[in-house]
């Protein structure tokens, strides 16, 4: 069978698989938690939608800039010690073996931190404990669309809509063309921005897009 052709082919068969992993799991029970103490709170206004609407418009950015520069992160050798994070070994493996489902979602380690940071900096960034709370349960709606956008860009469902084709075609783009380009997973709106969501035909195939230029020892 060709790499391609594994993984579920609909979306009745993507929802289990997706929830058997461990990252979905963390992001759901946060997310929920997250709902449940702004509900009980309660007071909601229209200052609620401030929150939303910054984040929003902050994530095709936050996208680029973490598959840029924490993704993409080479190898350092410092003070004679070779310095290579996790997170971006993890995601060379998924360049190397695209179709692995483990591969393709956040690393479970990254919650250790992430989570932590995340909440205080929705404390740090808005006024009250309500709208904090707003921000963290908005968040984690779009982080758990991210990654469920990107378990399915790397199964055998076909996205629906325009937008969704679109990305589709750019992430598979990314990893199978040229890795210097469509950094966007979910939203398109980084890559426009920052001149990385070129016109493929204008692409040249890059021979490094499944090592991202390091090869494993």
Not at 21 to 28: D, F, I, M, Q
Not at 96 to 121: C, K, M, N, Q, T
């Amino acid at each position: 069978m060709a790499e391609e052709d594994r993984g579920p082919r609909t979306f009745r068969e993507a929802l289990p698989a997706f929830l058997t992993h461990g990252s979905p799991r963390v992001l759901l029970a946060a997310l929920l938690g997250a709902v449940a103490a702004r509900a009980a709170l309660g007071g909601f206004t229209t200052w609620d939608l401030a929150p939303p609407v910054v984040i929003l418009a902050l994530w095709p950015l936050q996208e680029w800039l973490l598959h840029v520069f924490v993704l993409h992160a080479k190898p350092r050798r410092i003070l004679g010690r070779e310095l290579d994070g996790l997170v971006a070994r993890k995601h060379r493996a998924h360049h190397r073996e695209p179709w692995r489902a483990d591969l393709v979602l956040i690393p479970f380690h990254s919650f250790v931190y992430s989570l932590p940071i995340l909440v205080g900096l929705c404390f740090l960034l808005t006024p009250t404990t309500r709208l904090a709370l707003t921000a963290l349960s908005f968040y984690l709606v779009l982080a758990v669309h991210y990654e469920w956008i990107h378990f399915l860009v790397h199964s055998r469902v076909r996205p629906l809509g325009p937008h969704y084709r679109r990305v589709w075609r750019n992430h598979r783009l990314h990893h199978f063309k040229n890795e210097h380009h469509w950094f966007g997973v979910t939203m398109r709106g980084g890559d426009v921005l920052l001149g990385t969501d070129p016109d493929p035909d204008d692409v040249p195939a890059s021979p490094t897009a499944r090592t991202l230029g390091v090869e494993v020892a």
